[in-house]
């Protein structure tokens, strides 16, 4: 099993030191920008207790069809319930805790439906669901890897599960990828 995550985080790798290559400036054929995730910048976005690294992203780095971000979870914090139309897949790297998912076939999401995660194990958010994160642990961080596609994310965001899709509310920019446009003007 823990081979199988390692052959499949591997050709995941592959696959954005691929893309990175292609982003980081360097067109010669063959060089790589390998960059140490504990100097790239962290962001909570307003949001107590999340820690959000943007590791390859479309606003900070150019991705055009991936973007992947770790992030972490004090315990007890949770995601706002949201929606988003692009595909998302997390890998939990420790840490455990809940995922709600809500229907989008009704009016609004409705009663959600709960599934435990825990570290090691990985899940997909179906398109247009409306979903929560939540590490309901008193003690320990949850921390995951996520892969979103078509960034950057459009994210629409509900204030309960009763609240119908058409007022949900859009988030665009989402919160670290303005933080990083001012940032960037801020640099120039
Ligand atoms: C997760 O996988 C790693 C690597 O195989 C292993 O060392 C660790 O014990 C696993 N964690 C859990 C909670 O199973
Ligand atoms: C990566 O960055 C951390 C924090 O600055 C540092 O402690 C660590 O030595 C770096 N790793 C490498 C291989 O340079």
Request: proline share 6%; charged share 20%; aromatic share 12%.
């Amino acid at each position: 099993m823990s081979r199988f995550i390692g052959v499949l985080a591997l050709l995941f790798l592959f696959h954005v030191f691929d893309s990175i290559e292609s982003f980081s400036g360097f067109s010669d054929q063959g060089s790589l920008l390998v960059r140490n995730i504990s100097e790239m910048p962290q962001k909570n976005s307003g949001r107590g207790g999340l820690s959000h690294i943007t590791i390859a992203g479309s606003v900070l780095h150019g991705m055009k069809e991936v973007e992947v971000w770790l992030q972490t979870f004090a315990p007890g914090t949770r995601t706002p319930i949201h929606r988003h139309s692009c595909e998302e897949v997390f890998v939990v790297l420790r840490g455990m805790g809940t995922v709600l998912l809500g229907s989008s076939s009704h009016k609004y999401p409705g009663q959600p439906q709960e599934f435990p995660i825990y570290s090691n194990s990985t899940f997909s958010v179906p398109v247009n669901e409306p979903h929560q994160v939540w590490n309901k642990d008193e003690h320990e961080d949850l921390q995951m890897l996520v892969v979103i596609s078509r960034p950057p994310v459009k994210v629409f965001i509900y204030d309960d599960w009763s609240m119908p899709h058409t007022a949900a509310k859009l988030r665009f920019p989402y919160y670290w990828d303005l933080e990083f446009l001012h940032q960037q003007k801020d640099e120039l």
